[in-house]
C-alpha cells in the first residue's frame, strides 16, 4: 500500500471513529430527526476536542519516536 | 489517467465501500439496541419504527455536521501548513 494510500485509509479511520465517539457523546434521544441546538453544539465542540486530542498525542509520538529511535516503546 | 492514479481511484473506491456496509451495520445494531426493548410481537411497534427511523436520519444529520466541521479543520491545518512553508 502506498503511503499516499495509508494516510488517507488513517483519515477516513479517524473521521469515522470521531462519528461514533461524538454521537454516543451527543445524542441523547431519538424524538426527532434533526439535531437539537444543545446536540448541535456538542458535536462541534465533540469534534475540536477530537481533533486537538489527535493532535496531542501525534506530537507525543513524534517526540517519542525523536527521543528514542524508531523502536522506542511506549512507558 | 495514468496507472497510478487508476490505483489509487480504485483504492479509494474500495474504502467508500467497505465504510458505508461498516457504517450500515454498526447503524443498524446501534438504532436496534437503543430502541427495541419489548419482544411481544414480531413486527416493531409503532414507537419503535418512530424511533429507529429518527435514529438512522439523526445520525446522518449528524454525520453531516460532523463531515462539515471536519472538513473546515483539515482545510484549516492545510493553510497553516501552506503559511509555515512558505519564507517570510
Redesign the interface.
Known amino acids: ?2 503511503g ?2 495509508m494516510e ?2 488513517a483519515m ?1 479511520d479517524m ?2 471513529k ?3 465517539q ?2 454516543k457523546k ?2 441523547a434521544e ?6 437539537s441546538v444543545g ?2 453544539t456538542c ?2 465542540r465533540c ?2 476536542k477530537y ?1 486537538g486530542a489527535h493532535q496531542k498525542v501525534q506530537d507525543i509520538l513524534q517526540k517519542q519516536m525523536q527521543a528514542g529511535g524508531p523502536s522506542a516503546r511506549p512507558m | 489517467m495514468d496507472q497510478d492514479q487508476a490505483r ?1 481511484l480504485a ?2 473506491e474500495e ?1 467508500q465501500m467497505r ?1 458505508s456496509l ?2 450500515f451495520n ?1 447503524l443498524v445494531e ?2 436496534f439496541t ?2 427495541v426493548t419489548g419482544f411481544r410481537s414480531k413486527s416493531l411497534t409503532d414507537g419503535e419504527d ?6 438512522a ?3 446522518f ?3 453531516r ?3 462539515q ?2 472538513g473546515e ?1 483539515s482545510q484549516k491545518q492545510q493553510e497553516d501548513l501552506m503559511k509555515r512553508m512558505q519564507p517570510k
Open positions: 500500500m502506498s499516499q494510500q488517507l485509509e477516513a473521521f469515522n470521531m462519528v461514533d461524538c454521537f451527543c445524542v431519538y424524538r426527532e430527526s434533526d439535531l446536540e448541535s458535536v462541534d469534534v475540536h481533533w | 489509487m483504492a479509494l474504502m465504510d461498516r457504517t454498526g446501534r438504532c437503543d430502541c418512530k424511533c429507529v427511523t429518527a435514529c436520519e439523526k445520525f444529520n449528524h454525520a455536521r460532523v463531515g466541521r471536519f479543520l
